[in-house]
């Protein structure tokens, strides 16, 4: 099965290398992605929004014989359910990592924005639920990884017009199990209808904060192999 990662803010396909040989040893082919424009400056990438890269990853999918496995880390999440809204007969699983499915017309984030790009605004920015297990010794392997995204990109939003909910889906979640994001979500507004339309949705608890990719890379990729058996 064609595995396609899609990263979060500020990440590129690097951030993918502690998963990918476990999905290739489970047989299957993991397709890391970097988004356009990341790490580029205002000049050539002011003009790149969320819709740009959907359609990084559509273009992807056209180019993949046969279904593929769409996994979106954090805002990613948007990434890949756009997708799915565009080809959804081509997509047989999307998988959610510490995110959740957007609303239509729904945002990543709002970041403080330097020379016309969003850089990573520093381990010490995010709360210590999301960080709490990224040692020090990973903060400073990690940290020149991060490159910067467009400025549009988190703040874009989301278009959604398609037959999403009958794909299949998976959310990793950090900290929460299915029973406490249930029962979360519905506080959520929009969100948690989004949740609701889905046809097919496990929630299953990966014990890390928000980047288990580079916490507890065995587990996100055995979670992520086995989604795809559900």
Partial sequence: MDILLIPGLWLDDASWTDISP??????????????????????????????DWVRAVVAQIDATKGPVVLVGH????????????????????????????????????EFP??????????????????????????????????????????????????ERHRVPVTLLMGSLSQDELEAQIDRWGPYGDEYHSIDDATVLKIGSGHWPQFTQPARLAELISSALTQ
């Fill in 22 to 51: 476990a999905l290739e040893a489970a047989g299957h082919r993991p397709v890391p992605m970097t988004m356009p424009g990341v790490g580029q400056p205002a000049e050539l990438s002011a003009g790149i929004g969320i819709a």
């Fill in 74 to 109: 954090s805002g990613g999440g948007n990434v890949v359910w756009g997708a799915a809204d565009a080809r959804p007969d081509r997509v047989s699983r999307v998988v959610f990592v510490d995110t959740v499915p957007p609303p239509p017309g729904s945002e990543i984030s």
């Fill in 113 to 162: 924005v330097v020379e016309g790009v969003i850089p990573f605004p520093g381990w010490e920015y995010f709360p210590d639920e999301d960080v709490y297990d990224i040692d020090a010794a990973t903060r400073a392997r990690t940290l020149p990884q991060t490159r910067s995204v467009p400025a549009r990109v988190p703040t874009d939003p989301i278009l959604l017009t398609g």
